[in-house]
């Protein structure tokens, strides 16, 4: 157990530089009127309404990947639940076990996916 959460805590950290990647100064310079007068860098930066940084496409993928972290957080508790509940069956206890297994490597995969939709959208 204390393998997969070291597991998971460093695939996040992993993920975490591709989030800060995803953070662009000019989006500051452009709203504040500092270096509005490169009107091509201000347009091109996050002014289109589906692809842009606060378009449709991130907040539909910020949705998507809050109900299933949800979802994930979920099925981790009911996993534990069952695990405790198990009484000493092997099959109840492993049963619960994949189940939280799997959760676990579902949030990792959320946390990936949603930095990686990041990182693109912004360089859109």
């Known amino acids: 157990?204390?393998?997969?959460?070291?597991?998971?805590?460093?695939?996040?950290?992993?993920?975490?530089?591709?989030?800060?990647?995803?953070?662009?100064?000019?989006?500051?310079?452009?709203?504040?009127?500092?270096?509005?007068?490169?009107?091509?860098?201000?347009?091109?930066?996050?002014?289109?309404?589906?692809?842009g940084p606060n378009g449709a496409l991130r907040k539909v993928s910020l949705i998507i990947a809050t109900i299933a972290g949800i979802a994930a957080v979920i099925i981790i508790i009911i996993g534990g639940l069952q695990y405790i509940t198990s009484g000493g069956d092997p099959q109840k206890a492993a049963g619960a076990r994949n189940a939280i297994i799997g959760a676990a490597v579902g949030l990792v995969i959320i946390a990936a996916a949603e930095s990686i939709i990041i990182f693109v959208v912004s360089k859109l």
């Not at 959460?5 to 695939?11: E, Y």
């Open 1 to 51: 157990m204390k393998r997969i959460l070291l597991l998971v805590a460093t695939l996040l950290c992993l993920a975490a530089p591709a989030t800060a990647l995803a953070y662009n100064p000019l989006d500051k310079a452009c709203q504040s009127g500092v270096g509005a007068s490169d009107s091509s860098a201000c347009s091109a930066n996050g002014s289109d309404p589906i692809s």
